[in-house]
């Protein structure tokens, strides 16, 4: 039952700790946070977090980043200056997938002055990284910038960022994009080869 489930999820957690697995303290913790309603004590899964952002662990730096940018997981509360600071340092520590959070931040000017220069080369540096939400956020500007100034060149690259996203990432967001260029008639999405793809994907992702 649900006791047995939770008790063998703080054993694992335990686990790490001691074997000082701070990658796998982050999941689990990451995991507790999410799932806080199921459980009575969501500071463990800050408290584990927080060991691991100690150590310098990327991944530990960029859920803290998450929960500080929200506010909306007890007992953090959002503040702006933190959420920035943890992002930068998770980036720097490896977190290629924290880097659309870090982008938002110079764009939004959160925790930071808005700087839409850097904002936009870290999310194309994401999505070079196959970072899914990076490759369609940048597909998706490339194609609408593309069709403006009839750049097909860049209607084609915006095209296959989304297209990589869908079909090497499973990305949701990204079949979307693809079903919506379709009806749209855009670029090689206008066939349709893709539509019945991103329909089927996205009925197997309900």
Same mark, same amino acid.
């Given at each position: 039952?649900?006791?047995?489930?939770?008790?063998?999820?703080?054993? *694992?957690?335990?686990?790490? !700790?001691?074997? @000082?697995?701070?990658?796998?303290?982050?999941?689990? %913790?990451?995991? @507790? /946070?999410?799932?806080?309603?199921?459980?009575?004590?969501?500071?463990?899964?800050?408290?584990?977090?927080? +060991?691991?952002?100690?150590?310098?662990? !990327? +991944?530990?730096?960029? $859920?803290?980043?998450?929960? +500080?940018?929200?506010? #909306?997981?007890?007992?953090?509360? *959002?503040?702006?200056?933190? !959420?920035?600071?943890?992002?930068?340092?998770?980036?720097? /520590?490896?977190?290629?997938?924290?880097?659309?959070?870090?982008?938002?931040? +110079?764009? =939004?000017?959160?925790?930071? =002055?808005?700087?839409?220069?850097?904002?936009?080369?870290?999310?194309?540096?994401?999505?070079?990284?196959?970072?899914?939400? %990076?490759?369609?956020?940048?597909?998706?500007?490339?194609?609408? *910038?593309?069709?403006?100034? #009839?750049?097909?060149? %860049?209607?084609?690259?915006?095209?296959?960022?989304?297209?990589?996203? *869908?079909?090497?990432?499973?990305?949701?967001?990204?079949?979307?994009?693809?079903?919506? $260029?379709?009806?749209? @008639?855009?670029?090689?999405?206008?066939?349709?080869?893709?539509?019945?793809?991103?329909?089927? /994907?996205?009925? =197997?992702?309900?």
């Amino acid at each position: 039952g649900e006791e047995k489930y939770v008790r063998a999820l703080d054993e *694992a957690v335990l686990k790490c !700790a001691k074997e @000082r697995v701070t990658e796998g303290m982050a999941s689990f %913790a990451a995991f @507790r /946070a999410v799932e806080e309603g199921n459980y009575p004590n969501p500071l463990w899964a800050v408290n584990v977090l927080e +060991y691991g952002a100690e150590q310098g662990e !990327a +991944y530990s730096l960029g $859920f803290l980043g998450q929960m +500080y940018l929200t506010g #909306g997981m007890k007992p953090i509360k *959002a503040d702006a200056n933190k !959420a920035f600071d943890y992002f930068t340092r998770s980036v720097a /520590a490896g977190n290629d997938l924290a880097k659309p959070l870090l982008a938002q931040c +110079y764009r =939004e000017g959160i925790g930071i =002055e808005p700087d839409e220069e850097k904002s936009v080369a870290l999310m194309l540096e994401a999505a070079d990284e196959n970072v899914p939400e %990076a490759m369609v956020e940048v597909g998706r500007n490339l194609v609408e *910038a593309g069709l403006e100034k #009839g750049d097909n060149k %860049a209607v084609k690259d915006g095209c296959d960022y989304i297209r990589r996203a *869908a079909e090497d990432e499973n990305y949701p967001e990204a079949w979307k994009a693809m079903l919506e $260029f379709y009806e749209r @008639r855009i670029g090689p999405f206008k066939t349709n080869k893709f539509a019945r793809a991103a329909r089927a /994907a996205l009925k =197997e992702l309900e």
